[in-house]
């Protein structure tokens, strides 16, 4: 069974906020993704990482950033939340090789007010 | 430039009955293509992959997907829908871009089962 985990689940906060989403898992996987999900849309990839200390922007531009000092985990930053940064964040890992399975966490549902 | 198409936002079936599941991709290389599956509240869980070699793919859950390049299609089927499938259906390609291997999905497809 998959181990990744994201916290919080559920997100509500007001404009200018810096906010963390966290994303850990347990697989020992090295590549890790940041995607965003809006109903009716397409799930875009904001954010990867090859590994410790490596971090890419995807394909969709994202006002959020990411780190990853250690293999297990994989945080995602908003330094001033917005109304428009309102959206489902999925975080998903692989091993890194070519198209290996993603597996993803359950998501963070942010509402920013 | 690559890209997934879900003609179907939202199908509805009785259980039961057969299902397919409609996607087309645009992409200049051999596709790399992936079914994943969103149940409320969860995250994506792969059902099947087409890499090379049959086209008929088996997944999990007695899902299938059948490869045509001529048609740039890898359309989703199941035999007999059971209530539990009820989900949101993604398909994606993979694709090489600037030496990195990423999946872009399609917009989805909302399953409704009745009884």
């Known amino acids: 069974e998959a181990d990744i985990y994201q916290t919080p689940r559920y997100l509500v906060i007001g404009t200018g906020k810096k906010i963390t989403l966290e994303c850990s898992q347990t697989m020992g996987h090295d590549k890790m993704y940041w995607y965003q999900q809006d109903p009716g849309m397409e799930l875009h990839l904001i954010h990867y990482?090859?590994?410790?200390?490596?971090?890419e922007k995807g394909d969709l531009s994202s006002e959020s950033t990411v780190s990853r000092i250690r293999t297990e985990h994989f945080p995602l930053t908003l330094e001033s939340a917005r109304p428009s940064h309102t959206s489902q964040y999925l975080c998903?890992?692989?091993?890194?090789?070519?198209?290996?399975?993603?597996?993803f966490g359950p998501g963070t549902r942010l509402t920013v007010l | 430039a690559q890209s997934v198409t879900q003609p179907d936002i939202h199908i509805t079936v009785s259980e039961g009955a057969s299902l397919e599941l409609r996607c087309n991709y645009s992409?200049?290389?051999?596709?790399?293509l992936f079914w994943y599956v969103q149940s409320p509240g969860q995250g994506l869980q792969l059902l099947l992959k087409?890499?090379?070699?049959?086209?008929l793919v088996q997944g999990i859950k007695g899902f299938e997907a059948e490869f045509k390049r001529s048609q740039s299609s890898f359309n989703l089927r199941k035999p007999s829908v059971h209530w539990s499938d009820a989900a949101e259906y993604f398909c994606?390609?993979?694709?090489?871009?600037?030496?990195?291997?990423?999946?872009?999905f399609g917009t989805g497809t909302r399953l409704t089962v009745i009884p």
């Open positions: 992409y200049g290389a051999t596709p790399y």
């Open positions: 087409y890499f090379s070699g049959d086209t």
């Open positions: 990482s090859y590994g410790v200390n490596s971090t």
């Open positions: 998903a890992s692989s091993e890194y090789r070519g198209f290996d399975e993603q597996f």
């Open positions: 994606a390609v993979g694709a090489s871009e600037g030496g990195a291997n990423n999946l872009f």
